[in-house]
């Protein structure tokens, strides 16, 4: 089992920035996989950007390519999220997702941090 907690949403103008924050604890030797996703109000939860915990190849979605980047710390088995010019469109709660392999595969979910982007 892996437990994973998000910190670091707020309430942020537009064209500003904020870093949220993923710590995993518990099996961590087997993550392979880290990332954002998020969901606003009536909406479905989308990708934001995934890395990986090897190569550190990351993905990133359309809509926050060259304004997002994430980033890993393998040492504290952490993920960050450093969202700049920020727009209402970021608005959501945002989750982050570790991805475990053998021997223990599976997908874990943190309780999601809010991020507000307004005037």
């Known amino acids: 089992q892996v437990q994973v907690v998000e910190s670091g949403g707020g309430l942020v103008q537009p064209g500003g920035s904020l870093r949220v924050s993923c710590a995993a604890s518990?099996?961590?030797?087997?993550?392979?996989?880290m990332g954002w996703y998020r969901q606003a109000p009536g909406k479905q939860r989308e990708l934001v950007a995934t890395?990986?915990?090897?190569?550190?190849?990351?993905n990133y979605a359309d809509s926050v390519k060259g304004r997002f980047t994430i980033s890993i710390d393998n040492a504290k088995n952490s993920v960050y999220l450093q969202m700049n010019s920020l727009k209402p469109e970021d608005t959501a709660v945002y989750y982050c997702?570790?991805?475990?392999?053998?021997?223990?595969?599976?997908?874990?979910w943190g309780q999601g941090t809010q991020v507000t982007v307004s005037s």
């Open positions: 890395t990986t915990t090897t190569s550190g190849r990351s």
């Open positions: 997702n570790v991805v475990t392999t053998a021997p223990y595969p599976g997908s874990y």
């Open positions: 518990g099996s961590v030797f087997s993550i392979y996989l």
